[in-house]
């Protein structure tokens, strides 16, 4: 039996070799996009990730102090520098624990509903009977003999605490009572009556 070699033009030889480099090109050039793509993706995922860190690091409520807080809703009261909110005791009544933390707004007075002073409330530390409670203020009211435009107060004092219904009534030290209420929007309804003093106020809750 006789063998015959099969012989291959150099012409098609060339073609085929030319062919296979192109594609080997092809499939390199896939390759290297898909390495690019797989570097740039967390290169993506850092820049997020660093932005949400930025993010975190920017100031916030928690992170701005409570005087500069204050500040922005009555700029001229005075603040003390230490006051500090303890979370209430667990054996409060739910209600009664609602005051723990930082009040500011306005009272109002007399047969006019004239506004009489911008005020602060902190109630720092609460049992089930006491609280520790800051009063800051500064008058608003011009005319009669009620006249307190400008003069400011501040200091802590002790007070008793009951829940009474809907009400939670704090009487000071001073003899003041206050009849407190937190309405479903969340802020605070205050009836404050004491030695010649007879104020209705509503104050925000900013800390």
């Known amino acids: 039996m006789v063998y015959y070699a099969q012989t291959i033009p150099i012409k098609q030889l060339t073609l085929n070799t030319q062919e296979v480099i192109v594609k080997t090109f092809s499939l390199i050039a896939v390759v290297i996009a898909l390495f690019i793509t797989s570097i740039n993706v ?3 995922a850092q820049q997020a990730d660093g932005n949400q860190v930025a993010q975190a690091a920017s100031p916030s409520m928690e992170t ?3 005087t500069e807080v204050i500040r ?26 609602g005051l723990s933390g930082v009040w500011v707004g306005e009272f109002r007075g007399g047969s006019a509903n ?3 002073a911008h005020q602060v409330l902190a109630f720092e530390r609460i049992s089930p009977l006491a609280t520790t409670m800051v009063s800051s203020g500064i008058g ?8 307190n435009y400008g003069r400011t107060w501040s ?17 000071d030290s001073k003899g003041n009572v206050y009849l407190l209420s937190i ?20 104050l925000e809750k900013v800390r």
């Open 72 to 97: 922005k809703h009555v700029p001229d009261v005075p603040v003390l520098p230490d006051i500090n909110i303890t979370p209430p005791d667990p054996s409060v009544p739910t209600e009664v624990a």
């Open 140 to 147: 608003r009211y011009v005319g009669g003999r009620d006249q």
């Open 42 to 44: 967390p290169a993506s």
């Open 114 to 116: 004239v506004l009489m």
């Open 155 to 171: 200091g802590r004092r002790e007070a008793k605490v009951r829940a009474d219904g809907e009400k939670i009534v704090v009487t």
């Open 183 to 202: 309405k479903q929007d969340g802020r605070l309804h205050a009836t404050v009556t004491g030695p010649g003093l007879s104020w209705v106020g509503t």
């Open 64 to 66: 701005t102090s409570l």
